[in-house]
């Protein structure tokens, strides 16, 4: 079965500090992924996706993701945090014609 | 192009009480999906939709809920007979073509309170 996992249910840093927030996926065929993003009584923006091709995938508001097959994980990283980041951020795997998230990610940033 | 748009965004209802949801997609996409949210939770797929055929609804879909997607534009959900446990935030989503690379671009969602 396809399953995300998504390891800490809370992240805290500092403004201008490293963001990682962990991905892990499930998949027996070659997985689709993405990195949502939700603000606060909205909706889910796409930050990026990887399909096919390059493994390091860069997405908007300065996040990158790296696909790596050998460890099933798609992490996001930013290399300096922004306190309008503090979001719930959300991996997602493609199966046929929807999408599979995980539980989530609180970013909290603090200055 | 205004994205998509959920009606209303917020609904309180008495248990037992029919609730309905709509969503209008950006207008040029053919796919529309509805998932729902709970507190804590990521969104877990409904139903979708391409063009006006319902080709897949998921096992979270109770007899109570339906979903429509007449002239394959906007869509609505329904809920009958309401429970507590069908507070959630109900989410749309729609795409153009199909497969699971393409986007899904999301609504702001339909939170709903049942008491």
């Known amino acids: 079965a396809q399953s995300v996992t998504q390891l800490g249910s809370h992240v805290s840093v500092s403004e201008g500090a490293l963001v990682l927030l962990r991905c892990n996926y499930s998949?027996?065929?070659?997985?689709?992924l993405f990195w949502y993003v939700q603000y606060p009584n909205q909706g889910l923006q796409l930050l990026l996706k990887?399909?096919?091709?390059?493994?390091l995938v860069k997405g908007i508001n300065g996040f990158e993701a790296e696909f790596k097959k050998s460890e099933t994980s798609f992490h996001l990283t930013k290399p300096s945090a922004h306190m309008s980041d503090a979001a719930e951020y959300f991996c997602?795997?493609?199966?046929?014609?929807?999408?599979?998230f995980g539980t989530g990610t609180r970013l909290q940033v603090f200055p | 192009d205004t994205g998509v748009s959920q009606d209303p965004r917020h609904k309180i209802t008495k248990r037992g009480q029919n609730v309905t949801f709509r969503c209008d997609p950006i207008?040029?996409?053919?796919?529309l999906y509805w998932y729902r949210q709970t507190l804590g939770q990521g969104p877990e797929f409904l139903t979708y939709?391409?063009?006006?055929?319902?080709?897949?609804k998921s096992r979270l879909l109770s007899d109570r809920f339906s979903a429509e997607r007449p002239k394959g534009s906007f869509s609505t959900l329904e809920i009958q007979r309401t429970e507590q446990g069908d507070s959630a935030m109900y989410l749309c989503?729609?795409?153009f073509g199909r497969g699971k690379h393409n986007e899904q671009f999301f609504g702001p969602g339909t939170r709903l309170t049942v008491l």
């Open positions: 989503a729609s795409s």
């Open positions: 998949s027996s065929v070659p997985p689709y």
């Open positions: 990887y399909t096919t091709g390059a493994t």
């Open positions: 997602a795997l493609g199966n046929t014609d929807k999408l599979i």
């Open positions: 207008s040029e996409h053919n796919r």
């Open positions: 939709f391409q063009n006006e055929a319902q080709l897949e």
